[in-house]
């Protein structure tokens, strides 16, 4: 996870995580990504950071009306579970290092929660 500025490339955001996670991705093989990552630039920075068998897909839209995408809802949902906790509604932390942090203790939450029940 990278918590940035507004005004920060995404794409390159998301290249920066999977160069500080890449000792732990030796069997990733598809990265899902959607409309905003699409390029065979993006792609082949992949490949570089994480290897030759990593390959990119892109979801697109196939129509104009709203449609459920494969694989975008478990971030929908995430991002759904994380707006309950009331300290993340909102963008109150004046440094993206606690929101950070913030983050990372709800989710350990709820996969506590879940291992209990």
Do not use: H
């Amino acid at each position: 996870m990278l918590v940035s500025e507004a005004n920060a490339s995404e794409r390159l955001g998301a290249i920066v995580v999977l160069d500080e996670a890449k000792e732990k991705l030796d069997r990733l093989e598809v990265v899902w990504v959607d409309q905003g990552y699409s390029g065979k630039n993006f792609a082949n920075a992949v490949r570089q950071v994480c290897g030759e068998q990593v390959r990119v897909e892109v979801i697109k839209r196939m129509g104009k009306t709203f449609e459920r995408l494969p694989k975008r809802w478990i971030v929908e949902r995430t991002f759904g579970w994380l707006n309950r906790f009331r300290r993340l509604s909102k963008d109150y932390e004046v440094y993206s290092e606690v929101s950070e942090a913030m983050i990372y203790g709800s989710l350990i939450r709820l996969m506590v929660k879940r291992m209990t029940a």
